[in-house]
T-cell receptor, first 120, second 107 residues
Framework: QVQLQESGPGLVKPEETLSLTCTVS??????????WSWIRQPPGKGLEWIGY???????FSNPSLNSRLTISLDTSNNQFSLNLTSVTAADTAVYYC????????????WGQGTVFTVSS | DIQMTQSPLSLSASVGDRVTITCRAG??????LTWYQQKPGKAPKLLIS???TLHSGVPSRFSGSGSGTDFTLTISTLQPEDFAIYYC?????????FGPGTKVDIK
């Protein structure tokens, strides 16, 4: 079955760039009617959708993060990635990657999540 | 952004109880509404999509209803493993937004 696994640094200094990768196993990232999402959850708080990328590389982002965010696809390694520039303490959260069903746009398979902290 | 609200934000219930959680959208979202369950330290789990479609493998004691702006998640007979936080999410418009969550704990 399809599984997702996030990887990346656990700690980044303010104003630096967060780079996370989601590795998809058990299925190809380019087949099927799926998009691939990033979602985050600050400590003790609710969920925030960051953005997603289609299996052809089209991206859609949360406007609140638009200017700082890049989501990309690496089909050769069956991965997709998130780059978030100029991070602040407000970006501290658990970051999840998730498979997104279309057209209902529901997140049916999630990674386990990776904790990311912004601190000097 | 479409604002999502939930009520109650927390509730205490006993095993065997019938539990109902309400989600309200800030505008008409049709049936573009999904429910998730999240347990401590775990990723959310998809329960119901398009307001009322039970996801594969989800027990039939979970059901969803509603359309437009008002939606309901019902757990017909609460089981010990159902104590968790429940979130609704709209997928009518980008950015997709979640409700604040409803915590269901043991009475």
């Amino acid at each position: 079955q399809v599984q997702l696994q996030e990887s990346g640094p656990g700690l980044v200094k303010p104003e630096e760039t967060l780079s996370l990768t989601c590795t998809v196993s058990g299925g190809s990232i380019t087949t099927g009617k799926f998009y691939w999402s990033w979602i985050r959850q600050p400590p003790g708080k609710g969920l925030e959708w960051i953005g997603y990328i289609s299996n052809t590389g089209t991206t859609f982002s949360n406007p609140s993060l638009n200017s700082r965010l890049t989501i990309s696809l690496d089909t050769s390694n069956n991965q997709f990635s998130l780059n978030l520039t100029s991070v602040t303490a407000a970006d501290t959260a658990v970051y999840y990657c998730a498979r997104t069903l279309t057209p209902e746009e529901s997140f049916d398979i999630w990674g386990q999540g990776t904790v990311f902290t912004v601190s000097s | 952004d479409i604002q999502m609200t939930q009520s109650p934000l927390s509730l205490s219930a006993s095993v065997g109880d019938r539990v109902t959680i309400t989600c309200r959208a800030g505008k008409n979202i049709g049936k573009f509404l999904t429910w998730y369950q999240q347990k401590p330290g775990k990723a959310p789990k998809l329960l119901i999509s398009t307001a009322a479609t039970l996801h594969s493998g989800v027990p039939s004691r979970f059901s969803g209803s509603g359309s437009g702006t008002d939606f309901t998640l019902t757990i017909s007979t609460l089981q010990p493993e159902d104590f968790a936080i429940y979130y609704c999410q709209q997928s009518y418009d980008i950015p997709f937004t979640f409700g604040p969550g409803t915590k269901v704990d043991i009475k």
